[in-house]
């Protein structure tokens, strides 16, 4: 079985540019998580889907970062324009079922470096 | 205060000696996950815990629902166990994971 795949690994761009990211969640799993983890802390979740609709997504900073999953399988995130404080690691993870007791299956994430 | 809290922050010792790794959290809980990061980010689940004990291979979980907390043991510690190590709970108030700062675990040869 495939895992959860994320492009770019790396990516390093300039304040004020824009920047996408890419996920591919394990087939047949509903649910699909972006998080950021900002180095030295744990990751905190920036929005969570069920198939293509938006459970949570109370802590996305909407003024600058947008996420979507239009035909409830991979999902794109995009930050416009991008600030120092967005450099940090991206992670993707997609479960069975909404309940996150359940197992989540991480991405290798995607590390954005902001200058 | 967070909601998770992990000791020790960081954490070196010698291959083969025993290690623990402690969290504690201050919420209701449905489970408590134990993870793994590399270094590169990609993270793997090792336990996800409601009551009692876990183990698998050198590894052993174990959660005190009464005392919010559970911790994480390795024996005979090699390094290739090196990694950070993520205590997260699912948190039955905002029905989500809710992550430890981490743990940094360096073995030595």
């Known amino acids: 079985e495939a895992g959860v795949a994320q492009s770019p690994r790396y990516k390093i761009i300039e304040k004020r540019q824009s920047v996408a990211f890419w996920c591919n969640p394990i087939?047949?799993?509903?649910?699909l998580y972006w998080y950021q983890q900002i180095l030295g802390q744990g990751p905190k979740l920036l929005i969570q889907f069920q198939n293509n609709g938006v459970v949570d997504d109370s802590q996305l900073p909407k003024d600058r970062f947008s996420a979507e999953r239009l035909k409830g399988v991979d999902s794109t995130l995009k930050i416009q324009p991008a600030k120092l404080e967005d450099s940090a690691v991206y992670l993707c993870?997609?479960?069975?079922?909404?309940?996150?007791?359940?197992?989540?299956?991480f991405g290798p994430g995607t590390r954005l470096t902001v200058l | 205060k967070n909601e998770v809290e992990q000791s020790p922050q960081n954490l070196t010792a010698q291959e083969g000696e025993f290690i623990t790794i402690n969290c504690s959290y201050s919420v209701g809980i449905s489970a408590l996950h134990w993870l793994q990061q590399h270094p590169g980010g990609g993270i793997v689940s090792l336990f996800m815990l409601s009551s009692g004990k876990k183990k698998h291979g050198r590894l052993i979980a174990t959660i005190n629902i009464q005392e919010k907390h559970s911790s994480l043991h390795i024996t005979a510690s090699h390094p290739r166990d090196s990694a950070v190590y993520i205590c997260a709970v699912y948190s039955q108030g905002a029905q989500k994971l809710v992550f430890g700062q981490g743990t940094r675990l360096t073995i030595n040869p």
């Open positions: 993870a997609s479960g069975k079922n909404r309940d996150s007791y359940n197992e989540q299956f």
């Open positions: 087939s047949g799993h509903a649910t």
